[in-house]
């Protein structure tokens, strides 16, 4: 799978899933809990002890955050510069929150100083952004000024890592980010289903000081079920397997390593971006820099069909690849190259079925020339080290 996420989830994943489900307070459970948490901090790089997956999809955590966090008539900055932005913005208004948007380009990325000019004209309690936005396929810059500047302002600085948490850095404590959520089916490469949260000690002392009106995502009752070296409250049910393949998903994200993961990703992106280049597809994110290594939205060259070529290479290829989302429906594709899916030979497979499917509807002239690209990427990468 190729799309916006889910990613394919290896082997090792789904075996874990098919494990024997145990009881929610079975002591054997309570050490994979206790071990997923210790595995989740060490890959949003913090040390808060509220660091758990909520049952749920990234939504949901999307959600937890703002129901545990966002008060009635709070102001809250809502950065909305593509389709998650305005997501985030419409949950905060059914809270009650008073949204204060900064409404930039879809695929264009908020600066410091827009961050530091709103706060001047109002006292707002929090900043919400999207690190990484999957409808653009953009990647937030100066996060570490950005938290800087939320926190001269008293506010609390809340961010969506659902599509940057296994692909690319996510540190929480250096950012001064306040509470986080991402999602267990992108960068991670574990199906669907939860959604991980990170809260620093000052985002529990409001969720502790107040009444959430939602029950489910309520932190304050919640904490209590993972509660690491104390007796546990129910809840509700966790949702055993999911959690198993949690925690398999990060044991190889962590025995892989962060930093070489990383890189294999941004190796794959470079590589993957000089073919589509090449192919004549045009980023919807112009400035190189703030592209995701994992999630290429791109324009079809004149005369393309969005619909009908993607629709063809998933019925001969085998591929599934994302359709534009919100303003860029019918007109980009959304590639994806996440986690487990982001090799070398993905690449390649992307690019060969593209280049055959352009050389058939006369779009491109030669079918390789996506491959070749990606090769000489590859290659000067190698002569490099």
């Known amino acids: 799978m190729h799309g916006p996420g889910p990613s394919d989830v290896p082997e090792e994943v789904i075996r874990a899933m098919s494990v024997t489900t145990l009881g929610h ?4 459970f309570i050490k994979i809990m206790d071990e997923t948490q210790g595995m989740l901090r060490a890959l949003y790089q913090t040390k808060n002890r509220m660091t758990i997956p909520i049952s749920g999809t990234g939504t949901s955590g999307m959600e937890t955050l703002v129901a545990n966090l966002v008060e009635a008539e709070d102001r809250v900055i ?7 932005g305005e997501r985030i913005a419409e949950i905060v208004s059914r809270y009650g ?36 936005e999957t409808s653009t396929g953009t990647l937030q810059q100066n996060m570490a000024e ?3 500047i939320v926190h001269e302002n008293g506010a609390l ?28 089916q992108k960068c991670l490469s574990v199906p669907p289903g939860l959604s991980p949260v990170t809260f620093n000690e000052k985002a529990m002392e409001k969720v502790r000081g107040r009444k959430v009106p939602s029950f489910y995502f309520d932190l304050g009752i919640i904490e209590q079920y993972w509660n690491e070296g104390h007796q546990r409250k129910y ?46 597809f045009r980023y919807v994110v112009r400035n190189r820099d703030e592209r995701l290594p994992m999630l290429h939205a791109v324009y079809l060259p004149d005369g393309a069909e969005e619909g009908r070529l ?36 993905e690449v390649y ?19 390789a020339v996506g491959s070749q690209a990606a090769r000489a990427v590859y290659k000067d990468a190698e002569n490099s080290c």
């Open 146 to 148: 950005i938290g800087e």
């Open 78 to 84: 809502v950065v909305r510069n593509g389709f998650f």
């Open 235 to 280: 809840h509700h049910t966790a949702p055993i397997n999911m959690i198993y393949g949690l925690h398999e998903g990060l044991r190889l994200v962590l025995k892989e390593g962060v930093d070489a993961r990383f890189q294999r990703h941004r190796r794959n992106a470079a590589a993957l971006q000089a073919g589509l280049e090449a192919l004549d």
């Open 157 to 184: 600085f809340l961010v969506d890592t659902v599509t940057s948490l296994g692909g690319t850095e996510v540190k929480i404590d250096e950012w001064r980010i306040d509470a986080a959520y991402s999602g267990s």
């Open 349 to 367: 497979r992307l690019l060969n079925a593209i280049g055959e499917i352009f050389e058939k509807y006369d779009i491109a002239d030669d079918r």
């Open 97 to 132: 929150g008073e949204v204060v948007p900064i409404d930039l380009e879809w695929g264009t990325v908020v600066t410091p100083d827009e961050v530091r000019e709103v706060f001047s004209r109002k006292r707002c309690q929090g900043l919400f952004l999207v690190h990484a």
């Open 25 to 28: 307070l079975d002591p054997e």
């Open 310 to 345: 993607r629709g063809e290479i998933r019925s001969s290829y085998n591929i599934e690849i994302g359709g534009g989302l919100g303003k860029f429906s019918g007109k980009a594709w959304r590639i994806g190259l996440m986690g487990y899916s982001s090799t070398g030979d």
